[in-house]
């Protein structure tokens, strides 16, 4: 329902909802704003700039653990990006209705240093984050271009340009050989570690990436680790994944 905030509140969450429905806010901006007031973000007062933020605002409206929104030029990936605990998007639609297909969905419920989000691999229907793999065969090798790898995400309230900077198909012998939980920093997220750590995670991640160029990336940075299965289903059930790694290059 709807909630009672004060003038200044109200023209904040406003703000972050693009003024769709001025007069209207709901549990999404509520919990928006708290991120921001408890300094996890900024707002994004250019929320117009992002090209998606009707989709966005759809979607908060929808369903309150929308927390972003993903469209990756020259694919079918345009969904909204959820959140609930316990992967719970893992198992339900963007509505929250139960499904086999899930949803596009964040492993934390907050902004992270490393947002990780994830989707299922549905090859037959070749749809989720299916066609990640369409990016690593067709446009990835023009990524040497710098405006070639360049994505824009909303995620929590801002809209960010972020740029690939390792991509990888891993395909271990076992699932005990994956890296997934190294990967995305499960469960500790990256402020666990040290910097020198994050510097140690950036290394491996350039070292195996299938990209031929080579991008200077800073313990400070920001980053998003998306994934999902490998394309064969036996190598997804080894643990096999296809990683894109990105870093902030507009923004804070």
């Not at 929808?62 to 694919?75: Q, R, V």
């Not at 964040?106 to 992270?112: D, F, K, R």
Request: hydrophobic share 35%.
């Amino acid at each position: 329902g709807n909630v009672q905030l004060d003038p200044v509140q109200l023209q904040a969450a406003n703000i972050l909802r693009d003024a769709a429905k001025p007069n209207s806010v709901d549990a999404a901006d509520v919990e928006q704003l708290r991120c921001h007031l408890s300094n996890y973000t900024v707002i994004d007062q250019y929320a117009k700039s992002f090209r998606y933020s009707e989709q966005t605002a759809n979607a908060e409206r929808t369903n309150a653990d929308t927390a972003g929104y993903i469209k990756l030029d020259g694919t079918n990936i345009d969904a909204p990006v959820m959140f609930g605990p316990n992967f719970y998007y893992h198992y339900h639609d963007a509505r929250g209705n139960s499904s086999s297909r899930g949803s596009i969905y964040l492993y934390y419920g907050y902004p992270s240093q490393n947002m990780v989000i994830s989707g299922h691999n549905l090859r037959r229907a070749g749809i989720m984050l299916h066609q990640l793999h369409k990016i690593q065969d067709e446009y990835a090798p023009t990524y040497g271009e710098f405006k070639n790898r360049l994505w824009t995400l909303n995620l929590f309230g801002e809209t960010h340009t972020w740029e690939v900077f390792a991509m990888y198909e891993e395909k271990p012998a076992s699932a005990e050989q994956s890296s997934q939980y190294y990967n995305c920093n499960y469960p500790q997220t990256m402020e666990g570690m040290t910097p020198e750590q994050i510097s140690e995670w950036i290394a491996y991640q350039q070292a195996r990436t299938e990209l031929d160029y080579s991008v200077h990336v800073t313990p400070n940075d920001r980053f998003v680790t998306v994934l999902t299965c490998a394309d064969q289903h036996w190598e997804s059930n080894l643990g096999g994944r296809i990683y894109f790694f990105l870093r902030m290059v507009d923004g804070h």
